[in-house]
């Protein structure tokens, strides 16, 4: 398997533009986290799925965050607009089951904010 | 509330040494599952080991084992004949079931290993 697949790694914007973060969890999974990483704040979590629906999304910092997952291998996080705040690691993760299931971590997108 | 506290912001260990990064967690579920990560400075989350609430005996996996304390809720990572490679961030993470499998990590160990 391919592990969860995330693009672009890399993503360099401007205040103000809309930025769409992508992520290709594990075929056969059934959840599907987003994190983001700051030195600030550590790791934290933005909002996950279950057989594509929303669970939670209490940790979307605010209206400018939004997430997708449209089918089983396929989500996108859309920040609109951007703003340098927003600078950090973004990780996708993707599990099977409930419970003591692992998550399995894509590489990340590093977001640059100017 | 901190869910996971991780009390060392930074460790040291000599090469080939044992060394344990503390982790204790808050929950009411009983049934829950606890995780370690390793995040080297290339930046990938690295799974280590797993405990369920349930489990009769503490995990290990190779040079990793989990110290686990139901009744003081701690569940730590000791890491035995460390090695330069160990050097990294290891986070401790819990996954509630009543939460709906939400896992929240804490705020991560810095182990740096000392030739």
């Known amino acids: 398997d391919a592990g969860v697949i995330q693009s672009p790694r890399h993503e360099v914007t401007e205040m103000g533009q809309e930025v769409t973060l992508r992520c290709k969890p594990i075929s056969g999974h059934d959840y599907l986290f987003w994190y983001r990483q700051t030195m600030m704040r550590g790791l934290e979590l933005l909002i996950y799925f279950n057989n594509n629906v929303p669970i939670d999304d209490s940790g979307m910092p605010e209206d400018r965050f939004s997430a997708k997952m449209p089918n089983a291998s396929f989500s996108t996080l859309k920040i609109q607009p951007s703003e340098p705040r927003d600078s950090a690691v973004y990780f996708c993760?993707?599990?099977?089951?409930?419970?003591?299931?692992?998550?399995?971590f894509g590489p990340g997108t590093r977001l640059t904010v100017l | 509330a901190q869910k996971i506290t991780q009390t060392q912001p930074g460790m040291f260990v000599q090469e080939k040494e044992a060394v344990t990064l503390d982790c204790t967690y808050d929950?009411?579920?009983?049934?829950?599952?606890l995780f370690w990560y390793k995040q080297p400075s290339s930046g990938e989350m690295i799974f280590l080991i797993y405990?369920?609430?349930?489990?009769?005996q503490n995990a290990t996996e190779g040079r990793y084992s989990l110290n686990f304390q139901k009744a003081r809720k701690s569940a730590n990572l000791v890491i035995s004949a460390s090695q330069l490679g160990d050097s990294a961030m290891y986070f401790c993470?819990?996954?509630?079931?009543?939460?709906?499998?939400?896992?929240?990590f804490g705020p991560g160990t810095s182990l740096s290993v000392i030739p």
């Open positions: 405990q369920g609430s349930y489990d009769q």
């Open positions: 929950t009411s579920d009983p049934s829950y599952g």
């Open positions: 993470a819990m996954r509630e079931k009543t939460s709906y499998d939400k896992v929240i």
């Open positions: 993760a993707s599990s099977w089951r409930a419970g003591e299931d692992t998550q399995y």
